[in-house]
């Protein structure tokens, strides 16, 4: 008896010296965030009718994270919780799977320059264009996937790859789920001075199914377009400016040949401080309605950004809409003012296609219509409760056009397209001031 007491104090104390030397190599860090949002949507996403009602909910995001870092590798993960208020009665069994993992990925450092990150993961660069962690929506993006980082004083360089499939198999199946099949891609990142100069890649893979039309046979392939561009930002005291311009070729996941590109110019300047004034143009290709031929899709498709950022923050285009169609010019004039803990922004923005559209109240015709799509005014308001907290609200109204009206199959223009918001973000320990939703 004494012998084995003996021997269970020395594993005790054994186990004890090695949990205290990992805590002494290593940091393990719990953290949470906590976003409600309450909505009033009334021709939110496209042109409200005269049948319809507005609407309101409350929606909310629940996150905690735990981390664990050592020397030479780190581990991350993180759960989440999204639900519309109500959704559930209160005393029922909650069994419509809101609880999810976001990330759970792990990190392998080489040395100070290289890691790679491997597994489900947030997969953010520059602005949010091409790809973005979409975290205006409560479920947010991730991909599984793995990425090679080289990092130093002034270059960043990113070698990233995913590879999808239905589940654990012993034969060949379909890909099926709403997403893309496998991508690689290439980012980096040059900081000069006052500029930051981006480059990025993309091969991006779609499933699709190709039947024989004289067997009917069906088989499954692969279909990859390309995207790639370039992106120059300039950051100065008074004067900031920004320039990209992306080009997509390949083939498009309905197996056509694809053109498309989207640019971007914006010049910023503070006059005082707190103040920034911002005045730019994006124009991403579409595709003509008169193209009768339609062998070549000209649309462009920013594939996997925040595309709330972009464009509005009534959502009209390319928020799981306006993709394949006939394109998008976006004049905009941004005004924000900051004071002490109180953010006011106010964005006008000036839309039309960027090629024709029909007008179909007269059947198929050649006749055309005024390619203006509309214009957008969104305010936004942010106060800064404390570090980590932040109270947010806006209120945005869309003016419609016969344009946009045969394009979304509208009967009128005359009932009131508009939406407002108000929001609570909790993010203790992350960044200072949050601004979700908001390109500043």
Not at 338 to 347: A, E, R, S
Not at 416 to 427: F, G, L
């Amino acid at each position: 008896m004494e012998t084995t007491w003996q021997l269970k104090k020395m594993f005790c104390g054994l186990v004890l010296g090695i949990t205290i030397s990992q805590i002494s190599n290593a940091q393990f860090q719990v953290n949470g965030q906590y976003m409600a949002r309450g909505e009033y949507r009334h021709g939110y996403q496209t042109l409200a009718d005269t049948s319809q009602r507005g609407t309101i909910f409350i929606s909310q995001r629940a996150r905690i994270s735990a981390e664990y870092k050592h020397e030479k590798f780190k581990m991350h993960i993180s759960a989440q919780d999204i639900r519309t208020w109500g959704s559930v009665a209160n005393s029922a069994i909650d069994t419509k799977g809101l609880f999810s993992i976001y990330e759970a990925y792990g990190e392998l450092n080489f040395s100070k320059k290289f890691n790679a990150k491997i597994g489900r993961q947030a997969i953010s660069y520059d602005d949010d264009r091409i790809f973005g962690s979409l975290d205006w929506a409560m479920q947010g993006r991730r991909h599984d996937a793995a990425v090679l980082k080289y990092t130093d004083s002034t270059w960043a360089v990113h070698l990233g790859a995913a590879y999808n499939q239905n589940s654990e198999s012993n034969k060949f199946i379909q890909y099926t789920v709403n997403n893309y099949k496998e991508f690689e891609y290439l980012w980096a990142n040059k900081v000069y001075k006052k500029f930051n100069f981006s480059f990025l890649f993309l091969n991006n893979g779609m499933a699709y199914t190709k039947v024989d039309a004289t067997t009917l046979k069906k088989d499954s392939i692969t279909l990859y377009s390309q995207t790639m561009g370039l992106r120059t930002e300039y950051k100065g005291d008074k004067l900031n400016g920004l320039i990209y311009g992306y080009y997509q070729m390949g083939k498009d996941n309905a197996n056509k040949e694809l053109s498309a590109f989207d640019v971007c110019a914006e010049i910023g300047y503070k006059p005082i401080k707190g103040l920034q004034l911002s005045l730019g143009a994006e124009l991403m290709s579409g595709t003509s309605q008169t193209d009768t031929a339609n062998k070549i899709n000209h649309s462009f498709n920013p594939l996997y950004g925040t595309n709330h950022r972009f464009n509005g923050y009534m959502d009209y285009f390319y928020v799981g809409n306006h993709i394949n169609t006939v394109g998008l010019m976006d004049g905009y004039l941004k005004v924000h003012y900051t004071y002490k803990k109180i953010l006011v922004g106010l964005n006008c923005h000036y839309f039309n296609a960027a090629t024709d559209i029909r007008d179909k109240s007269k059947g198929v015709t050649d006749k055309l219509v005024s390619n203006h799509l509309g214009g957008e005014v969104d305010f936004t308001m942010s106060y800064n409760y404390t570090d980590g907290v932040s109270i947010q609200g806006g209120y945005s109204q869309f003016f419609g056009t016969t344009g946009l009206q045969m394009l979304r199959g509208t009967s009128s223009l005359t009932p009131t397209s508009n939406w407002a918001y108000v929001m609570v973000i909790i993010r203790p320990g992350t960044v200072k001031w949050p601004k979700v939703g908001l390109k500043m």
